[in-house]
DNA sequence: GACTATTGGGTGGATATACACCTAATAGAG
DNA sequence: CTCTATTAGGTGTATATCCACCCAATAGTC
């Protein structure tokens, strides 16, 4: 409408093409997705991606961890403390450095893990399947530049 | 390798071509880039996004609003109070229908939502203009295809 | 070796998210 | 009108997330 300053964008375009609403709307619903996949075994969505990073690697640092999934480093202590206690993960300090302290898997972990695994490719391809292969193989480029910012 | 269960997708595989993850990352980089474009103003990103909802249509319940961005309804009426009591919106019983919470913007929090335009503004094209427009068209229908889910 | 800068990490607080369970108001069946 | 089902919503709990601030260990300088 006239009356209001031009330079301001109209709340129907701000609804429709807002970047970050529809991310997190569908992060809300694909960790949804997977939560309800993990449950049976006893994880969350985070939790899984958590245990595959501390795989990812051999011993990986707080700060790897914290850096390998974009999340703040704070946000990862207090995740990989929920996973210790859980008796599926071990920090220890490093013997060179005793700043660092570097996570592994216990024997229950990778338990769980290889139990989570089989759930992963199935809600994975189900949502993958979703999409045509080329809107895919899109969304990832996307994600990953938009991840990278 | 052979000798582990033919069925499991390696962990390489997983940590290239999990969604959720990719999700996830995306969603943890982008709202913080939010929350930084809209700090000056005393927003974070969801609260902007629920600001919008609010407006978007006339007096929304909160199972409309939590509809509307795919979050849990408890976790709207959380937010909402948070809103409510920084005075920039209210929420009244439904006059026709008791169980009904209505809510609207006050004075102040249509100040806030219009400082906050400009930022939104500046912050969502610079994002977007990140991606190619093919690229950003057809991440907006894949995600739109995984919110849905 | 002492002083300072850097680095790895933790704590406390505010808020974000969802689940299990609950209350209150309305609607519908008889 | 009463009883029950449905619907709108809230509470408590556990965990998720980031920020401001802190501590301890190493590295670098002299």
């Known amino acids: 409408m006239a009356g209001t300053d031009a330079a301001l964008p109209s709340l129907e375009l701000v609804a429709r093409s807002c970047l970050c609403r529809r991310v997190q709307h569908a992060s809300r619903a694909i960790g949804k997705r997977f939560d309800d996949a993990f449950r049976p075994v006893g994880l969350n969505n985070w939790q899984f991606t958590l245990l595959m990073a501390v795989t990812a690697e051999a011993g990986p640092t707080v700060n790897q ?60 391809d189900a949502v993958g399947g979703s999409l045509r292969p080329e809107q895919l193989a899109s969304l990832n480029a996307a994600l990953e530049t938009i991840a990278q910012a």
Do not use: F
Request: proline share 0%; no cysteine; hydrophobic share 45%.
């Open 65 to 124: 961890i914290a850096a390998e999934l974009g999340m703040d480093r704070t946000t990862a202590t207090k995740n990989l403390r929920i996973l210790e206690r859980r008796g599926l993960i071990e920090m220890r300090v490093d013997a060179q450095d005793r700043r660092i302290r570097r996570s592994a898997l216990t024997a229950e972990g990778q338990q769980v893990l290889q139990a989570a695994l089989l759930r992963w490719r199935q809600v994975n």
